[in-house]
């Protein structure tokens, strides 16, 4: 079993920032053997997007153009955290935020509202 659970999301202005927590555990998940996680979203009436993700190296990074130079994804191994640090938000940055880690398999969170809206 592995869980994966995020947290962060919320009302932000147009330029403001948040940063998005996930935590993956379970008796079967090992840092040692995950291959990537990383965050997709989806907005209401859109298909769910890659925003970013990350290899268990930490050397694979990758970005959708419309984030790329405005988040940033980083991991933290003794806390099984990935981090999505998001700036410059804007309203089409509106989205339910899904975490995902890869093993054998992928394995999702619920996902965390992000709404950007002055």
């Known amino acids: 079993q592995v869980q994966v659970v995020e947290s962060g999301g919320g009302l932000v202005q147009p330029g403001g920032s948040l940063r998005l927590s996930c935590v993956a555990s379970g008796s079967t998940f090992s840092w040692r053997t995950w291959r990537t996680m990383g965050w997709y979203r989806q907005a209401p009436g859109k298909e769910r997007e890659l925003v970013a993700s990350i290899s268990s190296t930490g050397a694979g990074i990758n970005y959708s153009d419309s984030v790329k130079g405005r988040f940033t994804i980083s991991g933290d191994n003794a806390k099984n955290t990935v981090y999505l640090q998001m700036s410059s938000l804007k309203p089409e940055d509106t989205a339910m935020y899904y975490c995902?880690?890869?093993?054998?398999?992928?394995?999702w969170g619920k996902g965390t509202l992000v709404t950007v809206s002055s």
């Open positions: 995902y880690v890869l093993l054998d398999s992928p394995y």
